[in-house]
C-alpha cells in the first residue's frame, strides 16, 4: 500500500517536516501555546501545498519549498500587524509567532556576504549587462544560499549595468 503525500514528506530523509512535527510536539510538551499555534499553522500550509492540484502524487516539498512556506506565514503575519494596533491580544500573538518562526529559518546572508557571492555568480555565468540578468538569478538561486532575493536582484541589475555602462 502506498502512503499519502503528508506521510510520505513525513518519512523522507531530512525533511523540515520531521523537525516541525517533533516542534509541534516540544511545543505541546512545554505547553507553549503560542509555538504550537505557529507551528500547526505551517503544517496545515504544508499539507495544503502537498495537495494542491498539479502536484505529483507522492512528491514531498523540497526544503526550500518548506522554508519558502514558514517565510510565507512570517510575511501574513506582518501584514495582518499592519492592520492592527501594538498592545492588542492578536498583535502580541503575531509578534511572538513570527519571532518564533524566524528563529527557526536559516538566516540569509547579507551585506559583504551577498556582494561577493553576487560578484562570483556574475563571473561564473558569464554576464556582461542587463540583458544577462536572468543568468545571474538562475546562478543564485542554484546556488542554495539563503539569500534576500528581492535584495539581490537590485544588486544584480544595479552591477550589470555599471559593467554595461
Not at 538561486?141 to 532575493?149: E, F, V, Y
Request: with cysteine.
Amino acid at each position: 500500500m502506498k502512503p499519502s503525500a503528508c506521510c510520505y514528506a513525513r518519512h523522507e530523509r531530512t525533511s523540515y517536516m520531521i523537525d516541525i512535527d517533533s516542534l509541534i510536539k516540544t511545543a505541546m510538551k512545554s505547553k507553549d501555546a503560542l509555538a504550537l499555534n505557529a507551528w500547526r499553522s505551517v503544517k496545515a500550509k504544508i499539507g495544503m501545498k502537498l495537495t494542491e492540484a498539479g502536484r505529483e502524487a507522492g512528491k514531498p516539498l523540497s526544503a526550500e519549498e518548506q522554508a519558502a512556506l514558514v517565510r510565507k506565514e512570517i510575511k501574513e503575519r506582518h501584514e495582518a500587524n499592519e492592520f492592527l494596533k501594538s498592545g492588542q491580544p492578536k498583535f502580541e500573538e503575531n509578534k511572538g509567532i513570527i519571532a518564533v518562526l524566524d528563529a527557526h529559518l536559516p538566516k540569509q546572508l547579507a551585506g559583504a556576504e551577498a556582494d561577493a557571492l553576487i560578484d562570483q555568480a556574475i563571473a561564473s555565468s558569464g554576464a556582461q549587462g542587463p540583458k544577462d540578468m536572468g543568468k545571474v538569478m538562475a546562478a543564485l538561486r542554484q546556488s542554495g544560499t539563503a539569500l534576500d532575493m528581492a535584495y539581490a536582484s537590485a544588486k544584480v541589475k544595479e552591477k550589470l549595468q555599471a559593467k554595461a555602462g
